[in-house]
């Protein structure tokens, strides 16, 4: 009974709210600031909306207090001990699901059976896996039989839904006078009613379907992260058949995928302004991922990949998230064009590696054809589409180890005992001793924190199931268990990781200075860092000219690697909900800002409060002077397949250095080198810092600056002011 709308010049219908462009309640997970946060909504820093009326308030007064012990996050917050849940997102506790207030969405469903099979054929499934289960002698017979029957009524109701679109479509058609647009409102009636009920037929009928299938996962559980899949790979029949056919020519397809983008950006969050900060510009990073090879190995680029390229080139807006994926076959042709559009797009896509993408789902026990069928999810994450469920975890803040490591367990700003006592650090008579010292203060947040991780799962496996979803996912109906209770065929669960890189650049310093070089004393190094240096100039100026990450220098490179494969070896030892297999993932959005600010003075120069690097596994800002080059060396020599959920690189390029053709190939040589090396994900912002400054002077000039501000995209202007300096900040290559 929603309201439903049909807007001017649609061609794929379908809102899951009742506006344009807007967010749902999902007072279910967290209900707790939304009364809070409506007074300001219109008027905060970022991320505004529109002032809802008094009328609606007056509503939401009514029914929110309802959850105040009824939603995850009451149900995950009650059993946690006062001295964790004070502390959550102050100092090292981890930002947790549900604080985030979203369903665990961050998966891949079968969209394409849909397109293939269409709904009534998934419904025959639930209906012939029930007759079979009334048959079974199970003792959870009848959980199961209420979970089939949440299915049947879940595909009912989005067939339901899409009928109301054919009844709205023809009233329209009736009363609409523009011959053209008439038209076109009778072809979305006649394709409604087709589809998701029954296969497409046509490729129209396959992007409504598509659609439609997404706004039903999202009204079910909505949150970041939700993927399409490899839309060149699943919809290339339907397209070669249309086109060979003549019912549709290129120009016309590239239309309908265009308003597939459009479409994906009539969807937000509403965060609280702290949530909202971590994640600016509203991001829904809901990935279409193209290139790559096929399941059997062969080069999967095809047309269709090369006409999503130019709809999303048409279209620049921020929501949808393109993926390339890039091997040592991918045709030059299509590299070129993906780095043309991209430039135009000032960056905005990110580039993934097949040959490493393929040996992490290898290693995660997926078999080869899955593995070479990946796409991604959310951030970073390579999943395979419909076979397995992928979630993101609670992010540590890893510098924050670090500094608990040089103060014996204690927090420099407040002197609270919050790790575990690992001794004196003036004591520290070696690196390992430091290094040590660091590992201990992990291990042991992660053992105090991970009981809290497992209830968040539990959690949401019991009042925040997604049965629709879950039966777009392989073994789910034959289980009749919803996929975060354990129904698909593979599941991990990973632990993340921010910071990793100044620890990295951190020991570094201590090893070079005070134990090879002893040009300074342990004594004198925690004396700078609880003065935060003021008054130790000296001691700083030795520690900034220590080797960095990010300029090709095995000495740090390589204690960088050894930070990263302590985290992954940790988190392989966790034993995850419902059977997953513990994995791990560096990188944690834009919380180098968050997590900066609680953070004490470090042995890399960083200060108290600063920023930490940026990304997951991106040099620290400025830091990385050796050229792009030297950079993509230190971030591929890295063990990538040891962060089997992902990382992140960023760079960032002055518009001149991808000016004309000549360097546009100089710059798909540089990703075609990162990824042979064996490097992971790597995204990039085209812009000056010159019109990065005059964008903040000058914003009304600059709307539609796109910025890749982690990994989602926005527009600059949009963003927080800690945020825009922050990406500013990040080193800006001239040339290649």
């Known amino acids: ?103 665990r969405c961050h998966v891949s469903p079968g969209v394409d059976i849909v397109v293939a099979r269409g709904l009534k054929a998934l419904r025959e499934d639930v ?49 609409e006078t523009n011959p053209e647009r008439k038209a076109e409102l009778l072809k979305i009636a006649a394709v409604c009613e087709v589809v998701p009920e029954y296969p497409a037929s046509n490729f129209h009928e396959a992007i409504q379907s598509m659609w439609f299938t997404y706004v039903a996962l999202m009204l079910e559980g909505w949150g970041m992260g939700m993927s399409f899949g490899r839309i060149d790979q699943y919809l290339l029949p339907i397209y070669e058949k249309d086109i060979a056919e003549g019912k549709i020519t290129r120009d016309e397809a590239i239309e309908l995928v265009s308003c597939l983008l459009i479409n994906m950006n009539g969807l937000c969050n ?35 990949s090369y006409l999503v390229l130019e709809a999303e080139d048409l279209v620049r807006l921020t929501s949808e998230d393109i993926v390339i994926r890039v091997n040592r076959n991918t045709p030059e042709a299509f590299l070129m064009k993906a780095c043309e559009v991209a430039k135009n797009l000032h960056g905005k896509f990110k580039f993934i590696g097949d040959d490493t993408s393929i040996q992490m789902l290898l290693s995660d026990g997926k078999p080869i054809e899955y593995a070479r069928d990946y796409v991604v999810v959310g951030c970073t994450f390579p999943t395979v589409m419909r076979h397995s469920l992928d979630l993101s975890g609670d992010t540590h803040n890893l510098p924050m180890m670090l500094e608990l490591a040089l103060n014996n367990g204690r927090h420099r700003a407040t002197g609270d005992l919050i790790g575990v006592e690992t001794g004196d650090p003036r004591k520290f008579t070696s690196y390992e001793e430091v290094f040590d010292a660091y590992k201990a203060q992990l291990e042991q947040m992660v053992t105090d924190i991970y009981p809290f991780h497992l209830l968040s799962r539990q959690v949401y496996s019991e009042y925040c199931p997604c049965p629709f979803q879950s039966a777009l996912m392989d073994g789910c109906i034959e289980k009749c268990v919803d996929a975060i209770s354990g129904g698909t065929e593979y599941r991990t669960d990973p632990i993340n990781g921010g910071g990793l890189v100044n620890v990295g ?44 990450y990010g300029n090709d220098d095995d000495f740090v490179d390589d204690i960088v690697n050894d930070v990263l494969i302590h985290f992954s070896d940790y988190a392989a030892k966790q034993k995850p909900f419902a059977g997953a297999k513990p994995n791990s993932y560096l990188g944690y959005a834009t919380m180098s800002i968050n997590f900066g600010d609680v953070v004490s003075a470090l042995p890399d120069g960083h200060k108290a409060g600063a920023p930490l690097a940026d990304g997951g596994l991106s040099p620290s800002q400025g830091k990385n002077v050796s050229g792009a080059t030297a950079t993509i060396n230190s971030v591929a020599k890295l063990d990538h397949v040891k962060i089997t959920a992902g990382s992140v690189l960023n760079m960032r390029f002055s518009p001149d250095a991808l000016a004309d053709d000549v360097k546009l190939k100089k710059f798909a040589s540089l990703i075609r080198a990162y990824q042979e090396q064996g490097g992971f994900l790597i995204q990039f912002n085209v812009t000056s810092t010159d019109m990065l400054r005059d964008a903040q002077k000058h914003p009304e000039r600059y709307r539609d600056l796109l910025i890749r501000v982690s990994t989602w995209s ?23």
Request: net charge negative; glycine share 4%.
């Open 714 to 736: 926005a527009y600059f202007v949009e963003l927080p002011p800690e945020m825009q300096e922050d990406i500013i900040a990040r080193l800006e290559f001239d040339s290649l």
């Open 1 to 103: 009974e929603m309201t439903i709308n049909i807007f001017d010049d649609e061609l794929i219908v379908g809102r899951a709210t009742s506006k344009r462009r807007a967010a749902p309640l999902i007072v279910e997970v967290n209900n707790k600031w939304y009364l809070d946060a409506l007074p300001d909504m219109s008027t905060r820093e970022w991320d505004t909306f529109q002032q809802i009326s008094e009328e609606d308030a007056a509503k939401m007064a009514e029914f929110v207090p309802y959850w105040d012990q009824n939603c995850a996050y009451s149900k995950w917050l009650g059993p946690m001990p006062e001295y964790l849940s004070s502390r959550i997102g102050r100092t090292n506790i981890p930002i947790s699901a549900p604080a985030d207030g979203q369903h």
């Open 505 to 548: 650049d951190s020991l570094a310093a201590i090893k070079k200075a005070v134990f090879e070089d002893k040009s300074i004393t342990m004594e004198q190094l925690i004396d700078a860092l609880d003065a935060n240096f003021e008054g130790y100039d000296e001691v700083l100026s030795i520690l900034e000219k220590c080797p960095k």
């Open 127 to 175: 209906a012939e896996r029930k007759a079979r289960l009334e048959k079974e002698d199970v003792p959870d017979k009848k959980e199961k039989l209420d979970w089939l029957e949440a299915v049947d009524i879940s595909i009912d109701a989005l067939i339901k839904f899409s009928k109301r679109y054919v009844a709205l479509a023809k009233e329209m058609a009736e009363k």
């Open 270 to 304: 509403f965060f609280d302004t702290n949530n909202a900060k971590n994640a600016p510009g509203f991001p829904m990073i809901s990935n279409l991922t193209i290139g790559g090879v096929t399941p059997h190995g062969k080069c999967a680029v095809n047309d269709l």
